[in-house]
């Protein structure tokens, strides 16, 4: 019963700080404990990720808040990281340039592979300009 009180209060952490060493910390126990419980546990391997999931999402949230805030008072760096990573128009852009010296044909299932690779990078340009 003890045992599993332990792991219940080492999950509740973990819900509210997704870091493992911070979760053991708080509740008291060692990282190997919570290791070899993984190990030997597959429900507790499930909880754990369950948990460390609720928790990454907890983060996201609140730092998305932040983020807005940040937003609100004008601060450059908050708008521009927004836009860069919610507005398809802003997202940074790789340009390549340069020159072939000699041209080699391709084997035919190479010559297959980039043609495909560049359909499938056409349909991803396109879906994101959408």
């Known amino acids: ?7 219940n209060g080492f999950l509740a952490e973990l819900r509210r700080i997704p870091i493992v060493q911070v979760a053991c910390e708080r509740s008291g126990i060692s990282r190997n404990s919570v290791y070899r419980w993984r190990n030997e546990d597959a429900v507790f391997q499930k909880e754990m990720d369950k948990a460390l999931e609720e928790g990454e999402a907890l983060v996201n949230d609140m730092s998305e808040s ?10 450059w760096s908050a708008v521009s990281f927004w836009l860069r990573h919610r507005n398809p128009k802003f997202r940074e852009r790789i340009e390549i340039a340069g020159s072939v010296k000699t041209i080699q044909e391709l ?9 495909n690779a560049l359909k499938l990078a056409d349909l991803a340009l396109r879906k994101n300009e959408q």
């Open 66 to 75: 932040q983020l807005l805030t940040m937003i609100r008072e004008k601060n």
């Open 1 to 7: 019963m003890k045992k599993h009180k332990i792991k």
């Open 107 to 115: 084997p035919p299932d190479q010559k297959e592979m980039v043609t």
